[in-house]
């Protein structure tokens, strides 16, 4: 099933309109995105500019005005391949073990007990390094900060709707 778009909405201002646009992904993505005409967004001759927000499973639409076609990305780019289902990223974290630093000097060894290394006399305290497990145990998978990856081919996008703002004329 291809992208289907349901005009909310119309507005119209100095031979210019916008119309508020839900639409729904596809359950079988196509790689370079799904085209939208003037025709499915409700305007007669063309589609001059569409806006839009995150989705509602946190992908990035983005319209392809030179090809005419809505895309999808995920938001966690630079990673070497896209992934193949809607999932949020998943982010490692390194347990490391804390330092402790009192004046220039490990005050803590790693593992070693920080109430009876510091006492109300202790000038300052700063940590180097902080052991940091997430919510629920440990995390799998990277974010990888860079560029949105798009959507691999062939992904189940049905689940997913994003409002988006559309000019044309």
């Known amino acids: 099933m291809a992208t289907t778009a349901t005009v909310t909405a119309r507005l119209a201002s100095s031979g210019t309109r916008a119309h508020l646009i839900t639409i729904t992904g596809p359950a079988s993505y196509v790689a370079g995105g799904d ?51 809607v999932a949020d990223p998943a982010t490692t974290i390194t347990p490391v073990n804390p330092t402790i630093i009192i004046g220039g000097t490990a005050a803590v060894a790693a593992g070693a007990s920080t109430a009876s290394a510091v006492d109300a006399t202790t000038p300052s305290v700063v940590l180097t390094s902080v052991t940091a497990t997430p919510q629920g145990g440990s995390a ?30």
């Open 35 to 85: 085209a939208l005409t003037a025709a499915q967004l409700g305007f007669g001759n063309e589609i001059t500019q569409i806006q839009s927000a995150v989705t509602s499973t946190g992908l990035l639409a983005v319209w392809d005005k030179t090809n005419g076609k809505l895309q999808f990305f995920y938001p966690t780019g630079g990673a070497a391949t896209s992934p193949a289902s």
């Open 140 to 169: 799998t998978g990277t974010l990888t900060p860079g560029r949105g990856k798009e959507v691999k081919a062939a992904t189940d996008l049905s689940g997913t709707t994003v409002v988006m703002l559309a000019l044309g004329i």
